[in-house]
């Protein structure tokens, strides 16, 4: 993974210190490895903010983007943005209990870009700028991830990256929480002219605000299920290739708890990404807060969720919308699939690394069960990655018309490929109806 990744358990003893972290901090992973991360990597003025931090993740509050600030090898001070999220432990797929704490980092924003959230943040130290603030941060959000173009884009490859970074700190970190209740003010007071602007365009600020939330946090939330997944296929490739060039074999139980707690986490960050994804998807009145949703239904935007196609081509606020819509949900959609199929496939291939395991300490049925469980969870995955198409062919969410033509091959390939991988588990588990994991 190219962003940071460190984890603790429940005593704030480091367990996760990936290459990224490594890089970044000079302390090679060797060094850092049980220690307490507060007291031996935080600089002393950061140690408490840090360990307030630590201590919500564990009582099952994430925070996003914070500034943790280690000390470097060399004594100097970086500071790592990271989203602290609590691990948990996932026995047959249920809540689980919580272990420690993953952080996943994000890359640098430049500085050109901070400077324009620094701006943003001005406005934010009075109340009575704060509708403007939220005005000005959609403006730079779109500019930051490419929504300025033209309404027929069909942009859906980068994702992640300083840029999105950028905006998510901008979003998450400098943007005051009263701020949406700023403007939710100016959108509810229908006859008034706020800053010489009609009260229906702040409403469509702040639907615009709620829309960027949601696809942020979605994107965020993709982005560290990847990064793990990533992690662990790595994992996987180097500890092969020891075992292929060492005369001396791994031993069999560490390879099944490795696969265990990789399942765990995987299983925690797809969790996660799937519910930031699909209410995207969806249009779910859950994006909004039941203030919010009041005073998008009194300016009369409430209809078809938090993204409505263009209904006035005039318009140019409605022409705003649709433009937001192209660009997010594409993207969105393609992430989902890579999200279910991808998590099959690594469960398709730790089913086939336990069977190895059974086989090199000669019981060959030991985890049968486990492989079965495994298997069984896969081909759902598998199922769950085709019926993507289903939704964009909903007349209700009409997402065909957002699609290019080469989007939609690309889907249908997409579609092709989890059928096959689906058909490929005949003979593992029974393909005639979905069964639970």
């Not at 962003?3 to 060094?31: F, M, S, Y």
Request: with cysteine; net charge negative; proline share 3%.
């Amino acid at each position: 993974a190219n962003a940071p990744i460190v984890g603790v358990d429940l005593r704030g003893a480091v367990t996760e210190w990936n290459e990224a972290a490594a890089k970044v901090t000079g302390h090679p992973r060797r060094d850092v490895m049980g220690r307490s991360l507060v007291q031996d990597l935080i600089v002393p003025e950061g140690r408490s903010a840090v360990q307030r931090v630590l201590e919500k993740a564990l009582q099952g509050l994430e925070t996003p983007m914070v500034e943790f600030p280690f000390m470097t090898s060399n004594g100097a001070t970086v500071e790592i943005l990271l989203n602290a999220t609590p691990r948990r432990d996932h026995p047959q797929g249920g809540a689980g209990h919580i272990v420690g704490v993953l952080g996943v980092g994000h890359q640098l924003v430049e500085s050109v870009d901070m400077e324009k959230i620094r701006a943003i943040q001005w406005l934010c130290i009075s109340g009575e700028h704060l509708g403007e603030a939220v005005h000005q941060a959609n403006q730079l959000i779109g500019e930051l991830i490419g929504c300025s173009n033209t309404v027929g884009m069909t942009h859906t490859t980068v994702t992640g990256g300083g840029k999105y970074d950028a905006a998510e700190l901008l979003v998450t970190r400098f943007l005051d929480q009263e701020a949406p209740a700023a403007v939710r003010a100016y959108a509810l007071g229908h006859t008034e002219a706020v800053m010489g602007q009609p009260c229906l365009d702040w409403a469509r600020v702040l639907k615009e605000h709620r829309c960027w939330l949601v696809f942020l946090d979605a994107n965020s939330k993709y982005n560290t299920w990847k990064q793990m997944l990533v992690k662990f296929q790595q994992q996987d490739l180097q500890n092969a290739a020891e075992e292929s060039s060492s005369r001396h074999s791994t031993n069999p139980d560490d390879e099944c708890a490795l696969v265990a707690s990789q399942y765990q986490d995987l299983m925690a960050m797809q969790r996660a990404a799937e519910e930031g994804l699909v209410p995207v998807i969806e249009f779910g009145k859950e994006c909004l807060s039941d203030e919010d949703a009041d005073a998008l239904e009194a300016a009369g935007l409430a209809a078809k969720g938090w993204m409505r196609l263009c209904d006035d081509p005039e318009d140019k606020a409605s022409v705003r919308e649709e433009r937001l819509r192209r660009r997010c949900l594409p993207e969105i959609i393609f992430m989902l699939y890579e999200v279910r199929f991808q998590t099959g496939q690594w469960l398709v291939n730790a089913a086939k690394r336990l069977k190895v395991v059974a086989m090199r300490k000669r019981l060959p049925n030991a985890y049968d069960v486990h492989c079965n469980q495994l298997n069984i969870q896969a081909a759902n995955y598998f199922r769950d990655a085709m019926k993507i198409s289903d939704v964009v062919a909903s007349y209700e969410h009409k997402l065909y018309l957002i699609l290019s033509r080469q989007l939609i091959e690309r889907l249908l390939e997409c579609v092709r490929v989890s059928a096959m991988a689906l058909l490929s588990m005949r003979g593992k588990v029974s393909l005639d109806f979905e069964q639970g994991a």
